[in-house]
Nanobody, 124 residues
């Protein structure tokens, strides 16, 4: 099994930046792609971004392109989400996800490992 623990969420103002981290533990050797999803109040969970095992391929949702950057440090078993120019619409619980089948995907259900989530609130 793989455990994912997010950190770095908080309350910020519009235009601010925030960096989320996700530490993986357990059978980390099995992890391939990793990513971030989010769920805003009253909305469905949605894909935000994902990164391949070697970090050479990434996907981003249109809503965050140019503002968010995903990266990973495999030696530290950690994936990061740098969020710049935050908007109130980015307010959500952010979930770290991972998969072991080598599929870099935008489909949230392709990720079999999920963290508990970290709250990000952006005030206007």
């Amino acid at each position: 099994q793989v455990q994912l623990v997010e950190s770095g969420g908080g309350l910020v103002q519009a235009g601010d930046s925030l960096r989320l981290s996700c530490l993986a533990s357990g059978r980390t050797f099995s992890i391939s792609a990793m990513g971030w999803l989010r769920q805003a109040p009253g909305k469905e969970r949605e894909f935000v971004t994902a990164i391949s095992r070697r970090g050479d391929s990434t996907y981003y949702a249109d809503s965050v392109k140019g503002r968010f950057t995903i990266s990973r440090d495999n030696a530290k078993n950690t994936v990061y989400l740098q969020m710049n120019s935050l908007e109130p619409e980015d307010t959500a619980v952010y979930y770290c996800v991972a998969e072991s089948k080598g599929r870099l995907s935008t489909v949230i259900y392709d990720y079999e490992y999920w963290g508990q989530g970290t709250q990000v609130t952006v005030s206007s």
